[in-house]
Nanobody, 126 residues
């Protein structure tokens, strides 16, 4: 079964930075997936944050555009590795951050996905 492991979250003051890492392994097929980050704040629906295609094109939500940067490392195949550099963090960025893969439309539409990781908590204090 596919395994998704997110890490790098923590508690940071407003204006600070964090770098999230996600490693996806145990895939049954090797395809040119897009990778993405989604987040879910307490009491809110999960929302798309950022996505990166196999070719490297990126998409961001309006809420994070200009502050977050998504990247991927193809050198660690067959595992898929994706990063999210977050800077100028705001209290409204507080959420559990998840990664997933598919095509960009699936990521932007927030699924459906077959598997989820445990996520990584990001808390931004004011």
């Amino acid at each position: 079964q596919m395994r998704l492991v997110e890490s790098g979250g923590g508690l940071v003051q407003a204006g600070g930075s964090l770098r999230l890492t996600c490693v996806i392994s145990n895939l049954t097929s090797s395809e040119s997936y897009a990778l993405g980050w989604l987040r879910q704040a307490t009491g809110m629906e999960r929302e798309f944050v950022a996505g990166i295609s196999w070719a490297g094109s990126t998409q961001y939500s309006d809420a994070v555009k200009g502050r977050f940067t998504i990247s991927r490392d193809k050198s660690k195949r067959p595992k898929y590795t994706v990063y999210l550099e977050m800077r100028d963090l705001k209290p409204e960025d507080t959420a559990v951050y998840y990664c997933n893969l598919g095509d960009m439309e699936l990521l932007q539409n927030r699924g459906p996905f077959n598997s989820w990781g445990q996520g990584t908590q990001v808390t931004v204090s004011s």
